[in-house]
T-cell receptor
């Protein structure tokens, strides 16, 4: 079975700081990788996804992620965060014969003004 | 507007009283899924459906049932709810089971079982 690890459960940053959230997955075959954000009030939104091609993926709201196959990683980055980025961030993996998405446990990001 | 809807959004009930949480999507998606979200555990898949009349267990199916009689609807049924099913529930859908498809999420249903 697949598993997804998100290294940071809580992250607190000041506005304009740079962000990197770690994500590692366990399956060694072909995978598709996603980052979702869940805003206060519960609404989910897809930030970006990788399924083939350029391992550096650009998403919405200035987010990007890099797929490093040799490290089984798909870390999320943003060069300068804003207060409105306060939310919970989930890394998810699909593929490897499993149906649906396997989610990490989430990272709660708080941006202080 | 393309969307996944869930009802009710909030529900407080008592142990053993059967309940149904409805999920509907208007995007003609084949694949639908139910997740529960618990603090520190992320989202875990309960059941999923690859098409009408095709359903299968996810990671945490115990205590739940589902049905898929129509493409757009995928209700979650708790025949005899227990307090450990107190959670935040999300329905999601995507075009197909292909793993590269983005899943679209409903707004969530917060269930409390007393």
């Amino acid at each position: 079975a697949q598993s997804v690890s998100q290294h940071n459960h809580h992250v607190i940053l000041s506005e304009a700081a740079s962000l990197e959230l770690g994500c590692n997955y366990s399956y060694g075959g072909t995978v598709n990788l996603f980052w979702y954000v869940q805003y206060p009030g519960q609404h989910f939104q897809l930030l970006l996804k990788y399924f083939s091609g350029d391992p550096l993926v650009k998403g919405i709201k200035g987010f990007e992620a890099e797929f490093i196959k040799s490290k089984f990683s798909f870390n999320l980055r943003k060069p300068s965060v804003q207060w409105s980025d306060t939310a919970e961030y989930f890394c998810a993996v699909s593929g490897g014969g499993a149906d649906g998405l396997t989610f990490g446990k989430g990272t709660h990001l708080i941006i202080q003004p | 507007e393309a969307q996944v809807t869930q009802n009710p959004r909030y529900l407080i009930t008592v142990t053993g009283k059967k309940l149904t949480v409805t999920c509907s999507q208007n995007m003609n998606h084949e694949y639908m899924s139910w997740y529960r979200q618990d603090p520190g555990l992320g989202l875990r898949q309960i059941y999923y459906s690859m098409n009408v009349e095709v359903t299968d267990k996810g990671d945490v199916p115990e205590g739940y049932k589902v049905s898929r009689k129509e493409k757009r609807n995928f209700p979650l049924i708790l025949e005899s709810p227990s307090p450990n099913q107190t959670s935040l529930y999300f329905c999601a859908s995507s075009w197909s089971r292909k793993s590269y498809n983005e899943q679209f999420f409903g707004p969530g249903t917060r269930l409390t079982v007393l």
